[in-house]
């Protein structure tokens, strides 16, 4: 029996993929059940078999992974990441950001548009990563995510001579099994009520979401937050929603904004989008008291924050949960929240019979953790650490451990 809760353990070789695997003994967390409790989780075929009590003594000869002591969930799921590591500067490997921090599927935020996309997306398949990786494609024609902002310096990011919704749409219908929407930066051209950027890729979108950054980019100027916020469809996703300065809270009053409530009432989804600079706790702390919830938790892990604030999506999540948020539903955040937000819960997110075996593995560390905004530290009394995952029904231990503490 090999023991997952004891550390890293090596990757289970290749077998009959027929054979059965069991996790055995771990807190099984799955939100698409409501299911909390001590249980085993049987996979075959690489898929899920069944989840249920004693189900090592059920299917003698399988292969059992003993997790005692940790807890066991639906494949979590990075909503924004950058992991197109062929292109510029900004990325960091699909894997490095997915299985090795216990991350069965990542989604690219936009660190391409649609001139570049097929590039990123012959690297992506012959780097071959064990992570399953899907995008968030800008619409505009070159985009591209950098250190220095390129783009926007070189005010390519506000120019409409870089839109070309005819290719954008064939885009979407070229790589429709990855794109699973559109990253917008919603600048505009004189008018800050208007956005041609937006418009056009509500135009295109159909029935994908559209993810728009919540605040500022250097170089280009931005439509207003009310502007912005109005001019979304539900559905649409709002990342970086709990950063510092973004027109959520009123900066006299401190409480929501008119257009902050109008646009979750409608159906705008909120992601923490983290960064190393766009989620605060101070922000954090006044949108949960009000009841503004995220709708998904993700890390927007790139080159310049994977060694020190953000580092994974398990730290990530660990924050959410500090701030008294129930441990099933900051599950639900990177599992049955993603999957529903980009239109795939009908094969991501759920540990039901039949899924694909997408598992992650989480251990609970108590004791003081210090866990950082990159402005705020916070003493927590326990924090997540990845363990290990299941893709497609094949393990991987986690690479990824607790960070060193952030330096105020």
């Given at each position: 029996m090999l023991n997952a809760a004891a550390g890293p353990v090596a990757p289970m070789?290749?077998?009959?993929p027929v054979a059965t695997l069991v996790l055995a003994g771990g807190r099984v967390l799955d939100p698409a059940s409501g299911h909390d409790a001590t249980a085993d989780v049987a996979i075959a075929d690489r898929r899920v078999l069944a989840v249920g009590p004693d189900l090592a003594a059920a299917n003698p000869g399988a292969r059992v992974l003993d997790c005692t002591g940790l807890l066991v969930t639906p494949g979590m799921i990075d909503l924004h990441a950058h992991v197109m590591a062929g292109l510029g500067d900004f990325c960091v490997t699909p894997d490095r950001a997915g299985v090795d921090s216990g991350v069965t599927t990542v989604v690219d935020g936009g660190t391409s548009g649609v001139a570049t996309f097929g590039l990123a997306r012959?690297?992506?398949e012959a780097s071959a990563?064990?992570?399953?990786v899907l995008a968030f494609m800008d619409p505009s024609q070159l985009y591209l995510a950098t250190g220095d902002f390129i783009c926007h310096k070189l005010r390519i990011a506000d120019d409409e001579r870089n839109l070309d919704l005819d290719a954008t749409a064939a885009a979407l219908e070229a790589h429709r099994d990855v794109v699973v929407g559109l990253k917008v930066r919603a600048t505009h051209v004189g008018d800050d009520q208007r956005s041609p950027f937006l418009d056009g890729a509500k135009a295109v979108a159909g029935d994908r979401p559209i993810m728009v950054h919540l605040g500022r980019f250097p170089h280009t100027p931005v439509i207003t937050v009310p502007a912005l916020l109005g001019a979304l469809r539900p559905g649409d996703v709002i990342t970086h929603a709990y950063r510092g300065g973004g027109g959520q809270l009123d900066p006299l009053s401190g409480q929501v904004t008119p257009e902050f409530r109008d646009a979750v009432a409608k159906g705008l989804r909120l992601d923490v989008g983290h960064s190393?600079?766009?989620?605060?706790f101070r922000t954090a702390r006044r949108l949960f008291e009000a009841g503004y919830l995220p709708d998904t938790v993700s890390t927007d892990l790139n080159a310049y924050n994977v060694d020190s604030v953000v580092v994974s999506l398990a730290e990530t999540i660990s924050k959410v949960w500090?701030?008294?948020?129930?441990?099933l539903d900051v599950v639900a955040m990177v599992t049955t929240g993603p999957a529903r937000t980009i239109g795939r819960s009908d094969l991501l997110g759920d540990l039901g019979p039949g899924r694909v075996a997408d598992i992650?593995?989480?251990r609970v560390e108590d004791g003081p953790a210090e866990l950082s905004d990159g402005y705020e530290e916070v003493m927590a009394d326990r924090r997540l650490v990845a363990a290990g995952c299941l893709r497609a029904g094949r393990y991987h231990a986690a690479t990824v451990g607790v960070p060193q503490p952030v330096a105020a």
């Open positions: 070789p290749p077998r009959d012959n690297y992506l990563p064990a992570t399953k190393a600079t766009d989620f605060r500090a701030l008294g948020v129930d441990l992650s593995l989480l």
